[in-house]
């Protein structure tokens, strides 16, 4: 999912993405990066439990969530994070995936199959869920969100930029041309029953029906589409409040669906709570006028003290309110494999040997993000702990292989020694957010191996051009799962001209491997075949991860019970208050 600066996935309200779609069967590429300021205020003490309080029976009052200005709340242009953290109240897709069961389970469609080949899917939707005008939730409700989502004539002044999602499904080109008028893959042979066929084998398909943007939408949105794009209408266990529409840099008021189709929640309603920033949002939590809020890191140390540590990392209960779990997201720094000195592996794995990630998660981040050890994040089944055998801090080593390339010959102006066969290498980075400080502990970690290194900062714009020309030597990227398989992160990353591919790196035995694994139907053996893909890319080292990313939340006293997964989307559903 994208990040933006200003708003998941795709985003934090603290990071910033790059948002765009690469080729065929693309995904999404995300600038990850902390925007770190200092919010002093007092903190609340916490206080015990009292009894609930309700406003429309439920038992469960409201409660008031900070968000960023989202881009969309409606599943057209569901691309970021704060819009989808509304969108996934509002709406549920064909499935869902359980971070705790670690399983993709049913969600709008009760089951589902496919065939011999992982070339079709038919989902078997339930019976009697409506959407929350009233009308039912069938297949063609889901043929026409897609639709909607690919064709150009939906809003021609502002394209959906996440209709990526369905590039493998027959059809999708001609309709995205605005040459169709369907997507011919998609049938309903009955109003319960949704068949995809795709144009190629790929069997993590139900993993992408699990997107909150492929969720169903009723004829209504097709009628005025700037009403519903302010106040869309789904399926989903919250609704919009009766009269109401997302207010620009305001707020955005939901109540709970008391004819959802699961177990209705306990919560009466969820308040978004638009605010500019972080630091600002975390002021107003403190003042006590946000629930849910992040924490800056620069209080992070003063919140664990205060509100509590998770103890399980994802929920919020009383006393252990601050959440740091892991995320299935990655900083890394990506690297021209073209560029005539990077393009020896060994280089690139020297210069990952030689970045103490401790040191950048522990000093510039106060613990808040983790050491990575693989382009795969914990949290994604198939993750294998220290996969990436050079993404680890051994500057020993790293002299060594170094030593027989590139031998010191040469004093910086300083006195240091300095390996002058290697030049000076560029590294890239947009200037906003905590990058800066990150670059320099990554530049004096490379000139303690005699490497010259100059820091190439920027706009983010002008930064991705740059990447997209390969006109660039080492460059500063993120990544956040869309959804949560290998295949997510190992496809547009690392196969042969994916249009996120920024490190140009090209291995045929890789590519072979990932189509051979998108093809398997047995789940095991699709893993083991993308993880034997992932050791031969982590031997090359194309790119250099950094560190993973963790939770950054801090619920207030009035949280009882809420769950935060690893892709941020908080499960309101089952969520509980006190007062």
Not at 275 to 284: S, W, Y
Request: aromatic share 10%; hydrophobic share 35%.
């Amino acid at each position: 999912m994208a990040e933006t600066g200003t708003s998941r996935t795709e985003r934090t309200s603290n990071d910033a993405h790059e948002a765009h779609a690469s080729h065929t069967l693309g995904r999404r590429s995300f600038l990850a990066a902390s925007a770190l300021a200092a919010a002093s205020a007092s903190a609340l003490t916490l206080s015990g439990c009292k009894k609930p309080v309700s406003e429309n029976g439920n038992g469960g009052g409201t409660l008031q969530v900070f968000i960023s200005e989202p881009v969309s709340i409606d599943p057209y242009n569901l691309q970021e994070s704060e819009g989808t953290q509304v969108g996934s109240q509002i709406f549920d897709s064909l499935t869902t995936y359980n971070f705790k069961m670690d399983t993709l389970e049913p969600a709008a469609a009760e089951s589902w199959e496919s065939n011999a080949d992982g070339t079709q899917f038919t989902f078997h939707l339930r019976d009697g869920a409506v959407f929350h005008n009233g009308d039912p939730v069938d297949a063609q409700s889901f043929k026409r969100a897609w639709e909607r989502i690919v064709s150009p004539k939906t809003n021609p002044e502002s394209p959906s930029v996440i209709s990526y999602h369905l590039a493998m499904v027959d059809g999708y080109g001609a309709l995205e041309k605005g040459i169709g008028t369907e997507l011919t893959g998609v049938t309903c042979p009955d109003p319960l029953t949704l068949v995809v066929r795709l144009s190629e084998p790929y069997a993590d398909f139900p993993y992408v029906a699990s997107h909150p943007a492929l969720a169903p939408v009723p004829e209504v949105a097709l009628e005025d589409f700037q009403k519903f794009f302010l106040a869309p209408i789904g399926n989903g266990p919250f609704m919009m409040r009766e009269g109401t529409q997302w207010v620009s840099g305001q707020y955005i008021e939901l109540v709970a669906n008391k004819n959802y189709y699961g177990t209705p929640p306990s919560l009466d309603g969820v308040y978004f709570n638009i605010q500019k920033d972080t630091e600002t949002a975390f002021r107003e939590f403190q003042a006590g006028n946000i629930d849910v809020a992040h924490v800056p890191v620069a209080q992070l140390q003063n919140a664990r003290k205060t509100y509590g540590v998770s103890e399980d990392g994802y929920t919020m209960t009383p006393r252990h309110e601050v959440l740091d779990g892991a995320q299935t997201s990655i900083y890394y720094l990506t690297v021209n494999t073209n560029d005539p000195i990077l393009k020896n592996k060994d280089v690139r794995r020297a210069l990952s040997l030689a970045i103490n990630r401790e040191n950048i998660c522990q000093t510039v981040f106060k613990g808040m993000r983790s050491p990575a050890d693989n382009m795969v994040p914990p949290g994604i089944n198939g993750y294998q702990e220290g996969a990436w055998k050079y993404a680890r801090f051994d500057p020993e080593e790293a002299e060594r292989i170094l030593d027989s390339i590139a031998p010191i010959d040469a004093t910086f102006p300083d006195g240091a020694p300095m390996r002058s066969a290697l030049g000076t290498i560029r590294l890239a980075s947009n200037v906003d957010g905590g990058h800066k400080e990150t670059m320099e502990v990554i530049m004096n970690d490379f000139k303690d191996l005699g490497i010259s290194v100059e820091l190439d900062q920027g706009e983010w714009a002008s930064i991705l051009s740059k990447y997209q020309s390969f006109d660039y030597q080492i460059g500063r990227l993120g990544w956040v799962s869309d959804y949560p398989i290998l295949d997510n992160f190992l496809y547009p990353l690392f196969y042969t001209g994916s249009g996120d591919n920024r490190s140009g790196y090209s291995n045929t035995t890789v590519d072979a491997l990932i189509d051979k694994a998108r093809s398997m139907t047995d789940e095991e053996e699709r893993i083991r075949t993308f993880q034997e893909a992932n050791g031969i890319i982590a031997n090359d080292s194309p790119v250099i991860p950094i560190m993973f990313y963790k939770l950054d939340y801090v619920g207030s006293e009035r949280v009882d019970d809420v769950y935060i997964d690893p892709q941020m989307l908080i499960h309101m559903e089952d969520a509980r208050l006190t007062f």
